[in-house]
């Protein structure tokens, strides 16, 4: 596609299901960022995608957290027991070259109830 | 903690007057990025600018780095309601990941 494409765009799930948010990054770009942006909030870091290896994954704020990247293509964001503090916009970005311009996608706005 | 800080959190100008936006970070970097954000959602990239430079423009926008003072600024001149938004710096350490700051969010009065 011609950019980021993440999806669902909007997300409602009760507290303690798990949630799968999706990221389909520009073609060709290997690096693949996860973000998470509470209202009002800058930017949190959450991973980091070189390819299909995670090197950073200082930012997954705990084991509930959790991402794949397959064919060095789509990624996936598993949360598993959400809990209300979940709630928030979570935005994936993707870059030809780890430090170059980072594209980002649209979000996924998460609402645990 | 390698976050960029914008300073102010909130600016509101008229239409047509100059908007200026500091960023502050506290370690090394190996360029600097900033980016606006409309009503929430994506991000788009305005200007990166390398450690090795001192200024960029790019338009309307003007982007100083001064690595002695570990600080930046976006300059927007001419401001226009259109450019109502919040604006984040994002800094990169070590080539595998930006950290934002909470971001200005400028509002430009017509």
């Known amino acids: 596609g011609a950019g980021v494409s993440q999806s669902p765009s909007n997300k409602v799930t009760e507290k303690g299901k798990d949630v799968e948010l999706r990221c389909d990054p520009i073609?060709?770009?290997?690096?693949l960022y996860w973000y998470r942006q509470s209202l009002g909030q800058g930017l949190e870091f959450l991973i980091y995608?070189?390819?299909?290896?995670?090197?950073?994954k200082s930012g997954l704020p705990s084991d509930r957290f959790s991402a794949e990247r397959t064919g060095g293509s789509v990624s996936t964001l598993t949360i598993q027991r959400t809990q209300q503090e979940d709630s928030a916009v979570y935005l994936c970005?993707?870059?030809?070259?780890?430090?170059?311009?980072?594209?980002f996608g649209q979000g996924t706005r998460l609402t645990v109830v | 903690s390698q976050q960029g800080e914008e300073d102010p959190q909130a600016l509101s100008i008229q239409e047509g007057e100059n908007a200026t936006m500091n960023c502050s970070y506290k370690t090394s970097i190996n360029n600097l990025q900033w980016y606006r954000q409309n009503s929430g959602r994506g991000l788009v990239h305005l200007i990166l600018?390398?450690?090795?430079?001192r200024e960029k423009h790019s338009g309307r926008l003007r982007v100083t780095l001064d690595t002695s003072k570990k600080s930046s600024s976006l300059l927007i001149t001419a401001s226009r309601a259109a450019d109502t938004a919040s604006y984040f710096c994002a800094t990169d350490a070590n080539f595998n990941k930006f950290y934002f700051g909470s971001g200005t969010k400028l509002n430009v009065k017509p």
């Open positions: 995608f070189q390819g299909n290896s995670a090197p950073d």
């Open positions: 970005a993707s870059s030809p070259r780890p430090g170059a311009e980072a594209f």
């Open positions: 073609s060709g770009h290997t690096a």
């Open positions: 600018i390398r450690s090795n430079e």
